[in-house]
């Protein structure tokens, strides 16, 4: 067997190259993607050096794009979206006509014809998941209102996107102008009323069949104690799904993974399923970001200038704007405005396969499809920009919308009125986390009479504390600890898993009260490393204390035998 095969060489190189460009992306505080997409344009054909074998990193990007669409369909929550209907949906398309026709003017002005700008503009106007989330994350918004909003217009972003690339194919001959031979308008409309049929015919039985076999097959594996038959039948059933959904029905392969995810979302075993999937599914996502970046030709920035420019100004702000407009039209305060325009202003993978899709039908040629890489790439480039503004001249807390009158984002009705504790009040202990540790934290130390302020991003968390009678903020831990002032404080418990976003909080407590006693959660010996440097006074592992108990159990259990 050959120790140089095309297929092993993209493989090694893309992804090694992607590590590296993507660290320094995430060092400049830059989302990886940005890094991946560069990575491709380096090994791609026009860049001197290695060239990858185009081909096949394109079929690998297919096995990404499948994976991609079971991680949406694992995370999608119509208890979510149902929560923020009544902006969400008018909303995204609102917001996915005006960059559509943004998309179709500059086309226009280009000589292209409609059917092309519509397709352009379409590209344009889909956020992508992974840095719409990735920005969500970093300042702990996703549990908040202003997070729900922006989560459920992506989440209808996503839906539109997915049946816009299940009709593109047969409406091609209507926004080709008819070109194709045959193509009236009697045949296309037939074809679409059988495509919407197959579709149709596809949803039923994954809701009546799939629905049930599905997580019935993954209990069966989760009974038999074996992790790797878990991790296989999981990524049996994206893959699966996917292709016989193409196959069976004649619809895409991202419809049938978004399918299958979101019927396992509903399963008991989702978490487990989403957790032993990830690893493969970012591998292969960096692979399919990586083939895309291949495409790209970086000599446009300089020859077409214009249209380059032109696209990024629609995507960060033509589409901002549009949300911007709709969510003050709907008397949301501007923070949630600014917040949700912020978020969509980028675009990412359901751009490319858009695009890919585009060029597949002859609706889009190599100029467009660089114009919205261009784009992505960009913008994706800009986007941290664009936080680090609003963080930086947005106030966390209400301010005045139109009249001067304040407006505040609507909160869940705390069971017991909220109290301000004194900032200089002896004993007092700063909580962030309310969830199932932080709780049974604060039960144990209320024995004492400690008093509690607790921190958590998330608003139900924050009025659960507040109807057991603490004091508490519904907002990130940073800005939280601005407002609860650590200088006066006597200890800080950080009661949340994410052992990056603890430093973070570690080192900015620390920076605000030297002295302050800080105990955080970790899991492993690395994670109390990292925690430790950052300043933590004590770290408790999880592991340590489990094992501490088992034995406590077991010498009371001997000395009663």
């Not at 404080?489 to 973070?504: K, R, S, Y």
């Amino acid at each position: 067997m050959p120790e140089y095969t095309p297929l092993v060489a993209t493989i090694v190189v893309g992804l090694s190259l992607a590590f590296v460009l993507g660290t320094l992306a995430q060092w400049l505080r830059i989302s990886p993607i940005a890094g991946y997409l560069l990575a491709g344009i380096v090994v791609g054909p026009y860049t001197p050096g290695f060239v990858a074998d185009q081909a096949l990193a394109l079929e690998l990007a297919e096995i990404g794009i499948i994976l991609l669409m079971f991680g949406v369909g694992l995370h999608f929550s119509l208890k979510d979206l149902m929560s923020v209907r009544a902006i969400a949906i008018p909303g995204a398309i609102f917001q996915i006509a005006v960059a559509t026709l943004l998309g179709l003017g500059l086309g226009s002005f280009l000589g292209w014809s409609p059917g092309t700008g519509i397709v352009f503009g379409l590209a344009l106007s889909v956020a992508s998941t992974v840095v719409l989330i990735r920005a969500l994350q970093e300042r702990r918004l996703l549990g908040n209102e202003r997070g729900r909003i922006a989560v459920g217009w992506l989440i209808v972003e996503d839906i539109v996107m997915i049946f816009a690339l299940v009709l593109l194919p047969v409406l091609t001959p209507l926004l080709l102008g008819g070109e194709l031979e045959g193509a009236t308008l009697q045949n296309v409309l037939s074809q679409v009323a059988y495509k919407v049929a197959m579709i149709a015919a596809f949803v039923v039985v994954m809701l009546l069949i799939g629905r049930r076999v599905i997580p019935l097959v993954l209990h069966y594996i989760a009974h038999t104690g074996s992790r790797e038959l878990f991790r296989l039948g999981v990524l049996a059933i994206a893959l699966g799904v996917a292709y016989a959904s193409a196959k069976l029905f004649g619809a895409s392969f991202a419809l049938g993974a978004f399918f299958a995810g979101m019927i396992l979302s509903e399963s008991e075993l989702s978490q487990r399923a989403a957790a032993e999937s990830l690893p493969l599914r970012d591998a292969f996502a960096v692979l399919f970001f990586v083939s895309v970046g291949m495409l790209f030709n970086p000599a446009i920035l300089l020859t077409d200038t214009i249209p380059v420019v032109a696209t990024v100004a629609i995507i960060v702000i033509g589409k901002s704007l549009a949300a911007l407009a709709i969510v003050l039209a709907f008397r949301h305060p501007m923070q949630t405005a600014l917040l949700i325009s912020a978020s969509l202003a980028q675009i990412g993978e359901f751009s490319f396969i858009l695009a890919g899709l585009g060029v597949q039908q002859g609706l889009l040629d190599a100029s467009g499809r660089d114009y919205i890489l261009a784009g992505a790439l960009l913008s994706i480039l800009v986007n941290p920009l664009l936080f680090l503004a609003l963080d930086r001249f947005v106030p966390e807390h209400p301010q005045q919308q139109k009249g001067g009158a304040p407006v505040t984002e609507p909160r869940p009705k705390p069971a017991v009125p909220q109290t301000t504790a004194p900032a200089d009040q002896p004993g007092r202990t700063i909580l962030i986390g309310y969830g199932r540790v932080g709780q049974r934290v604060a039960q144990r130390l209320e024995m004492s009479g400690t008093t509690l302020h607790v921190i958590d991003e998330d608003d139900a968390a924050a009025s659960l504390a507040r109807s057991h009678g603490y004091t508490a903020h519904a907002t990130g831990a940073l800005a939280g600890l601005q407002a609860v002032d650590p200088a006066s404080a006597e200890a800080l418990i950080i009661a949340i898993p994410d052992v990056f976003e603890a430093g973070e909080i570690l080192e900015e407590a620390r920076r605000l009260n030297p002295t302050l006693a800080i105990i955080a959660r970790g899991h492993s010996e690395a994670e109390l490393e990292h925690l430790q440097s950052c300043g933590a006074s004590a770290v408790v592992l999880g592991a340590g204390e489990i094992a501490r108990a088992i034995v406590d159990k077991y010498r009371s259990e001997l000395a009663s035998a």
